[in-house]
C-alpha cells in the first residue's frame, strides 16, 4: 500500500451546489473501479468549512480509503465510517508530506503543492446578468491568479477550455480537459423503480427536469412550452426536482409559483424540490424524456445521468450539450418557446414512460466504458502533474494584471 499513489480530493459542494457534490463522487468512483494494481491510495480532504457539508457526502465516503482531517474538522472523527483511517493536520500547509496529488482546487490555485486548479466555467463572462457585481470581480481576480500562478488547470469541456484560451492567452499553464462520467450504482437497477414513482404520486408517464431553480436554468420557457401544447389538447405532466432557493435572486421561485399558477398548470407541474439523489434517479429512469432547458452549463451532470441511464433527452442548443451528445438526444433554441414546444410534442408522442429494459442495459455498458476512460485520463493527470512539479523548477508566473479585468474587453474577446 506505501507504494500507492496518494490521491487528496477535498470535500466541494453542498445544500447550494450539489453539483459539487456529484463531482467529488464521480472521482471517486472512478478511481475506485481501476484494477488493484493501478489503483490509487484515495484520501478525502477535510477543511473546518467543510464540516456542514459532510451529511451531503456520506454515500461517497465508502469509496475513499482515508481521511484528512484539518484543523477544527478533527471534531467529527468519531462520525466517520469505521474502515476509514484518519490522519489529523493542524493547517493545510502540511498537506503536502502527506499527499502525492491534489484535486479539484476549486476555482483557485495551491501552487505550492502538487496539485491542479479546477474551472467549472464562465457563467459569469456569457450571462453576467446573473451575478452580484461582488461575486464577478472575485471571479475574474480568481481566475486571473489562476491563469498567473497554475501549473495545471482542468476544465470539463472544451467549451470552457475555449473560454480560458481567448480570455488569458498569455497564461504558461498546462491545460486539460476532463470530461467527468456520473456512475450509477448498480443496485439501483435491482429495485423497484415503480414503488419510487408512486411514494411521490406521480402519473405513470411523464417528463423530468432535474435543476435547482436559479434564473439560467431556464424553467420559465419550458412552462411555457407545456402550456402551449396544453392549450392544443396535449397534456403533459411536467416533474421538476432540484433546490428551490436562489441565492442570488431570493425572490425568483415566489415568480415561479406566479407563472405557473398565471399559465393554470398546477394540475400538471410538480415541484417535489431537493430529494434523495437516489429516488431522482429512479425518476429520470420512469420518466418517458429527461429535459435540460438551461441557458448556461459547464458540463451538465444532469445530462450525464441521462447517458448512464440511457434515456432519451430534449436539451437546449449550448456548445456544451453538443460536446455531450449522444444517439438519443434532440436541442432545441434555448430562446425559442415555440422550436421547444414542436419538439417537445414530436418526442412526446413516439416516447413510453420508462425504464426500457434493453436500452438501459447497452447504456450501463457505455456507461462502464465512460468511467474507464474518466479513471484513466484522471490518473494520467496525476501522473503528469506529479512529473511537472517534481520535475521542473517552478515556472515563472505569467505577468497577468491581478486587477479585476475589463468586463467588456472579456465580453467582446468571447463573444465574438
Known amino acids: 500500500m ?4 496518494r490521491i487528496s480530493i477535498p470535500v466541494i459542494g453542498g445544500k447550494h451546489w450539489l453539483g459539487g457534490i456529484t463531482y467529488v463522487h464521480a472521482l471517486a468512483s472512478a478511481l475506485k473501479s481501476l484494477p ?18 459532510m451529511p451531503y457526502h456520506q454515500d461517497t465516503l465508502e469509496s475513499f480509503d482515508r481521511v484528512i482531517l484539518i484543523g477544527e474538522a478533527t471534531m467529527i472523527q468519531t462520525a466517520l465510517p469505521s474502515h476509514l483511517k484518519a490522519v489529523t493536520l493542524a493547517t493545510q500547509r502540511s498537506l503536502a508530506r502527506e499527499t502525492d496529488f491534489y484535486y479539484p482546487v476549486n476555482c483557485d490555485v495551491l501552487p505550492d503543492l502538487c496539485s491542479a486548479s479546477w474551472i467549472p466555467d464562465f457563467q459569469h463572462i456569457h450571462l453576467p446578468q446573473f451575478f452580484l457585481e461582488q461575486e464577478i470581480r472575485l471571479r475574474n481576480e480568481s481566475f486571473s491568479r489562476i491563469a498567473a500562478e497554475a501549473r495545471a488547470i482542468v476544465f470539463s ?6 473560454d480560458f484560451k481567448l480570455l488569458f492567452p498569455e497564461s504558461r499553464a498546462k491545460t486539460q480537459v476532463l470530461h ?3 456512475q450509477i450504482d448498480e443496485k439501483l437497477f435491482s429495485r423497484d ?16 427536469c432535474c435543476n435547482q431553480f436559479w434564473k439560467h436554468k431556464n424553467h420559465l420557457l419550458l412552462f411555457e412550452a407545456v402550456a402551449r401544447l396544453r392549450d392544443q389538447s396535449v397534456f403533459i405532466p411536467l416533474i421538476c426536482t432540484g433546490s428551490t432557493e436562489d441565492y442570488r435572486f431570493a425572490g425568483y421561485f415566489q415568480q415561479i409559483r406566479e407563472r405557473i399558477k398565471q399559465l393554470q398548470l398546477q394540475d400538471q407541474v410538480r415541484i417535489l424540490g431537493t430529494i ?6 429512479q425518476l429520470i429512469r420512469c420518466a418517458a424524456l429527461l429535459v435540460q432547458p438551461s441557458l448556461f452549463e459547464g458540463w451538465s451532470t444532469v445530462v450525464e445521468d441521462g447517458r448512464a441511464l440511457g434515456k432519451k433527452m430534449l436539451l437546449s442548443d449550448l456548445e456544451v450539450h453538443r460536446e455531450q451528445a449522444t444517439g438519443q438526444t434532440t436541442y432545441f433554441d434555448r430562446s425559442n ?7 417537445l410534442l414530436t418526442i412526446w408522442k413516439s416516447s413510453e414512460a420508462g425504464p426500457v429494459p434493453e436500452v438501459e442495459l447497452q447504456a450501463r ?6 468511467q474507464q476512460r474518466f479513471a484513466s485520463d484522471l490518473m494520467k493527470l496525476a501522473e503528469d502533474t506529479i512529473r511537472q512539479f517534481n520535475g521542473n523548477s517552478p515556472a515563472e508566473k505569467t505577468p497577468l494584471d491581478p486587477a479585476i479585468p475589463n468586463l467588456q474587453h472579456l465580453l467582446q474577446k468571447i463573444l465574438t
Open 365 to 370: 455498458i457505455t456507461a462502464r466504458i465512460d
Open 276 to 281: 434523495p439523489r437516489n429516488h431522482q434517479l
Open 157 to 162: 469541456s472544451k467549451n470552457a477550455q475555449q
Open 2 to 5: 506505501n507504494n500507492r499513489l
Open 337 to 343: 418557446a415555440q422550436d421547444l414546444q414542436n419538439k
Open 180 to 182: 467527468f462520467h456520473t
Open 36 to 53: 488493484d494494481n493501478k489503483r490509487p491510495l484515495l484520501q478525502l480532504v477535510i477543511r473546518p468549512h467543510d464540516i456542514a457539508s
Open 193 to 208: 423503480v415503480n414503488s419510487i414513482r408512486q411514494l411521490y404520486r406521480l402519473p405513470a408517464k411523464y417528463i423530468i
